[in-house]
């Protein structure tokens, strides 16, 4: 069992920046991939960014290239989405999610644990 919880989410300007953290915690979690996710309201949630076990290997979204960077510290068993040049699009409720034995998907359904998300509001 893996427990995921996020923290970072507020207020910010558009061109503001934001940086959200996971902690997790449960046996084995430096081995899991993990990703995060996006819901606004009234959408469905969608793939924002992944990195491997290792941290070697990342993706991201078309909307957030260029813009977001994911990372994770596997010593505090912590992954973080560092946020720039936000946009107001970009305001959602943020997942971290874990996939045991994957190398970080887009897709939710592969994921196995799921934090209760972070609140980023990007005002104009």
């Known amino acids: 069992q893996v427990q995921l919880v996020e923290s970072g989410g507020g207020v910010v300007q558009a061109g503001g920046s934001l940086r959200l953290s996971c902690a997790a915690s449960g046996r084995f979690v430096s081995s899991y991939a993990m990703g995060w996710f996006r819901q606004a309201p009234g959408k469905e949630r969608e793939f924002v960014a992944a990195?491997?076990?290792?941290?070697?290997?990342?993706h991201y979204s078309d909307p957030v290239k260029g813009r977001f960077t994911i990372s994770r510290d596997n010593a505090k068993n912590t992954v973080y989405l560092q946020m720039n040049s936000l946009k107001p699009e970009d305001a959602a409720v943020y997942y971290c999610?874990?996939?045991?034995?994957?190398?970080?998907?887009?897709?939710?359904?592969?994921?196995?644990?799921w934090g209760q998300g972070t609140q980023v509001t990007v005002s104009s």
């Open positions: 999610a874990a996939d045991h034995g994957g190398s970080g998907t887009e897709n939710s359904y592969e994921y196995q644990y």
């Open positions: 990195v491997s076990w290792s941290g070697g290997n990342a």
